[in-house]
């Protein structure tokens, strides 16, 4: 038996992921466009009918009210995937409604001076008019971080071992959104479907009043804002690997971070009654359908705003079961979480040092957050319980997110554990091409601003 050839037993790692029929620059033809873009709006529906469902009736809220709230939704993500795909990261990236954020509104709506007020829909107003302040204070966070090219220098901390725990858990560390859910058969499709038909009307800013600020609110706002940043950071690699782009430079990622900080202030101006995220179930469409087209995207950003405008249109498919999104999001996540560990390829996974990164950020990235969850199910109430309610809402609202955990693990332990020593092992050769937006002729193709605006804003 002839002796097998060292390349017949592994694989060179590839800067870009081979096997799709389109990438971020290339396009179906329109009718193939206009389908797969109606699939990304569909998909989108889940998060933005789920949120408000949950919050709307806590908040002492009606279903009319609940209905507004969700074309509310659903209109703002419109506006926030045009402004990503245009002028922020440029990827095929859907802007959605973000679970990051449930735990500060959770406490704005249990807050005392709320709870006195006794009729339901003079509760709901004052509630999402400072839930509205909250977010706008907050989007201040990723605004500043991002166009300042903060967070790009905060990327020079990163490298592929760091961001394997980051983006796989962007995908295991949603598993109870997937076959959790799908075991269940909550209904909330017919009434959705009758309250949509009867409550259409095109959503527009402050449409619940003047908002109301509040330091302590801000403040726990101000984590989940911290939470999205680090899941979009995650979603935007896996992006860019599942849109056959290169990584995007640190630049341009802190250009989409400042974006997305703009979408976290229009949610707070119009009152969708959630922050901004990535949305991850989009981008793992990505990888399913193997079409990573941009323009596919902005179509879909189409449908968002025309059907939250036309509610009558939307309402049969806003009707669609949660358990039926749920069993989607079984392969969805998991093909997020697969790009995660698949930046394995570029380091040493012969080192120990690196076996042992990789390992507790996973294990403690699901871990700790899931006694956070299981804690909160028995006290009704997280771990952080102190008599500073902003300080409680922070930290819960931080540890509540696995790729928060991971990212603070892994990164912590890549900077400090024999770092100088092992920057091969870490990637960094790899890595480090990609880090400035002329370092690679590709970067120009995939994340150039359109309209020529580059002369205007030349990449740092």
Known sequence: MAAIKPEEISHPPMDQ???????????????????????????????????????????????????????????????????????????????????????????IIRDPSFAVIEDPHLRFLSTM??????????????????????????????????????IALVGFGLFDRGFLVVGTCVEIGIP????????????????????????????????????????????????????SATPPPAHVLSRGIGWQGIGILLNGLFGTLTGSTVSVENVGLLGSN??????????????MIFFSMLGKFGALFASIPFPIFAAVYCVLFGIVASVGLSFL?????????????????LFLGLSIPEYFREYTLRALHGPAHTKAGWFNDFLNTIFYSSPTVALIVAVFLD????YKDSAKDRGMPWWAKFRTFKADS???????????????????
């Open 129 to 166: 008019r400072a839930v509205q302040g909250a977010l706008i204070v907050a989007s201040s966070i990723q605004i500043i971080l991002g166009f300042s090219q903060l967070w790009a220098i905060c990327s020079r901390f990163f490298s592929p071992l760091g961001m394997v725990p980051v």
């Open 345 to 361: 390829q570029f380091t040493n996974m012969n080192s120990m040092r690196n076996l042992f990164i990789v390992g507790v950020a």
């Open 192 to 243: 959705m479907l009758i309250l949509f038909i009867a409550c259409s009307q095109i959503p527009y800013p402050l449409e619940w009043g003047a908002p109301t600020f509040d330091a302590g609110h801000a403040f726990g706002m101000m984590a989940a804002v911290l939470v999205s940043l680090v899941e979009s950071t995650g979603a935007y690699k896996a992006a860019s690997r599942l849109a």
């Open 17 to 107: 992921l081979q096997g799709l029929e389109y990438c971020i620059d290339s396009n179906p033809s329109w009718v193939e466009t206009i389908l797969l873009g109606f699939q990304h709006y569909i998909l989108a529906l889940g998060t933005a009918v789920m949120i408000p469902s949950f919050l709307v009736p806590m908040m002492g809220g009606s279903d009319d009210d609940k209905v507004r709230v969700v074309q509310t939704l659903l209109f703002v993500e419109g506006i926030n995937t045009l402004l990503q795909t245009l002028f922020g990261t440029r990827l095929p990236t859907v802007i959605g409604g973000s679970y990051a954020f449930m735990v500060p509104i959770v406490s």
């Open 442 to 460: 590709r970067n120009e193709e995939f994340y150039s601003l359109p309209f020529n605006l580059n002369r205007f804003f030349p990449p740092s």
């Open 290 to 303: 193997r079409i990573g087209s941009r323009r596919v995207i902005q179509v879909s950003a189409g449908f």
């Open 415 to 418: 900077n400090t554990l024999d």
